[in-house]
C-alpha cells in the first residue's frame, strides 16, 4: 500500500464500507477522518450484514488497528451504543482508538439541526439531523468540544458556562425550544467519559510509527466528492471534506505518504437529500434501480433518488481527488436493463459543460447528454474473474474507464465481501 486513500466518488453509499473492509484484510491500519454519523457504512461477510456509522469497517479483521481521527465529529451517544452493538456481535474492540481531537456532537447539534431544517422550509436540505452540520459550525467558530474535554470535567463545565447560553438564546428565542442545562449536560458527558475512556487518545504517535514502519494505512472515506463542503452541490452538501485533501487532514497524515487513491464509484447514481442530480430517473426505472440496488438509507432508511451513471460527475471526482483507480461497485444492479444511458455531460442554456457547473442552478437546469450502451442481461452476481463478465459488462467498464479517466481496479458484482473481482495488479 502503505497509505490508500479510499473516497466516494459521487454522492455517498457508493459501497465504501464493502471496499475498506476488503482492503482491511491487508492492511495494518483503518482510519475514519471525517464526517460524523451522518455516514452508515455497510459490510457483509459470512452471511451477516454489520453497519458502521462512526467506527472503522476495518474493526472486523481483529489485527487492524482503527483510529476515529480528528476530522470527525462524534456523537458520544451513537457511538456507545454502535459499540455495544458489535461487541454482542462478537467483534473485538481492542484495537480500537479514538482521536482526543475530535470535536463531539452536544445534545443541542441534533435539536438545532432539526429546527435549522425545519426553518428553512422549501429550501431545506435534507439532511441526516443528526447535528453534523451545527458540531461543525461549533468547531470552526472555536466553540466546540474536542472528545479530549471528557477527561477534563472542571474545563467542561467552564466551557458549558460559556457556550450554553449562546445555544440557549438561539434555541428559546430564534425558535422557542427548551433549554438545556449545564448540570444535565456535565452529568450525560461524565457518564460516557468513563465508559469511552479505554478507547481516547492521541494517535498521533501511532498513526506516524505506522507510517515510519512502512506500514499500511486505508483512509476510509465517508460521504462523497459531490458533498464536500467545498467541491460539492453548495449548499446541498455535508459540512465537512470527503474528498481526498479532507482525508488527508482528518487523519494527520502528509500526501508525501499516499500511494494511491481509491476512487469508490457506483455504476449509476444516487443521491439522499436535495440538490441537483441531472441524471435523476423517476418511474419505473427508478423504482427497478432501487428495489434492485436495495437503495434505502443505511442511516435514516430513506428511499435515495437514483439516475443512470453521471461519467461527468465521476471525471469531476475523479480529477479532484487525484484517483488513480476506481472500485466500481453495484454492477450486478443493471443486470436486467437495456440499453444503458451514461450522461457524458451537460447542456445549459445552449452550451456544452464536461464536468458538474458551480451554479447550481444551471446543474439543476440543465439537460443531460447521453450514450446508450448495450446492457448484458445475464445476473453476473456469481462471477469472480473479469474475464467471464458478458461482452457487454466488460464494454460499460471500458468506456466508463475511458470517459472517466482512470482504470477500474476492483469490479463488485454483490454486498458480500466475495463478490469482489480484482483485476490487474491488487492494491
Ligand atoms: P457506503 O456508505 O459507501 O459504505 O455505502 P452503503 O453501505 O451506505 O450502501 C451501499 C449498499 O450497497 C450496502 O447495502 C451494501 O451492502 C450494498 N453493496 C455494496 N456493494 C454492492 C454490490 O456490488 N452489489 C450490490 N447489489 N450491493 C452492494
Ligand atoms: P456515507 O458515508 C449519503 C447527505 C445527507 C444530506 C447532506 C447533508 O454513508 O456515504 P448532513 O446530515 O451531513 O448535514 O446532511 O448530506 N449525507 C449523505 N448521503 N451518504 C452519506 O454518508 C451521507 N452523509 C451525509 O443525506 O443530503
Ligand atoms: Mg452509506
Known sequence: MPVVICVGGQWGDEGKGKIVDLLAEAADMVVRSQGGNNAGHTVVTG??????????????????????????????????????????AGADLANLVISERAHMIMPYHPVLDRLEEEARGDDRLG?????????????????????????????????????????????????????????????????????????????????????????????????????????????????????????????????????????VIKAYTTRVG???????????????????????????????????????????GVQVNGVDAIALTKLDVLDDLDPLPVCVGY?????????PMANISHLKHCEPVYEALPGWRTPIAGVRRYEELPAAARGYIERLEELVGAPVTHVSVGPDREQTIVRGKAL
Open 127 to 263: 439532511t441526516t439531523y443528526r447535528g453534523v452540520g451545527p458540531a461543525y459550525s461549533d468547531k470552526v467558530r472555536r466553540i466546540g468540544f474536542r472528545v479530549g474535554d471528557l477527561t477534563k470535567p472542571r474545563f467542561l463545565e467552564k466551557k458549558l458556562a460559556f457556550v450554553l447560553p449562546l445555544k440557549n438564546a438561539v434555541l428559546d428565542r430564534l425558535y422557542g425550544a427548551p433549554p438545556f442545562t449545564v448540570e444535565a449536560i456535565l452529568a450525560e458527558y461524565t457518564g460516557y467519559a468513563a465508559r469511552l475512556a479505554r478507547y481516547i487518545r492521541d494517535p498521533f504517535p501511532l498513526v506516524q510509527g505506522a507510517l515510519a514502519r512502512g506500514e499500511r494505512i486505508v483512509l476510509e472515506g465517508a460521504q462523497g466528492t459531490m458533498l464536500d463542503l467545498d467541491l460539492g452541490t453548495y449548499p446541498y452538501v455535508t459540512s465537512s471534506y470527503p474528498s481526498a485533501g479532507g482525508a488527508l487532514a482528518g487523519a494527520g497524515i502528509g500526501p508525501r505518504h499516499v500511494t494511491r487513491t481509491l476512487g
Open 274 to 316: 436535495y440538490g441537483p442530480f441531472p441524471t435523476e430517473l423517476a418511474g419505473a426505472a427508478a423504482d427497478h434501480l432501487r428495489e434492485t440496488g436495495r437503495e434505502y438509507g443505511t442511516t435514516t432508511g430513506r428511499p435515495r433518488r437514483v439516475g443512470w451513471f453521471d461519467a461527468a460527475v465521476a471525471r469531476y
Open 47 to 88: 452471511g451477516r450484514e454489520f453497519r458502521f456509522n462512526l467506527i472503522p469497517a476495518g474493526i472486523l479483521h481483529p489485527t487492524t488497528s482503527c483510529v476515529i481521527g480528528n476530522g470527525v465529529v462524534l456523537d458520544p451517544r451513537g457511538l456507545l451504543e454502535e459499540l455495544e452493538g458489535l461487541e454482542a
Open 347 to 355: 447542456r445549459s442554456k445552449g452550451v456544452g459543460h464536461a464536468h
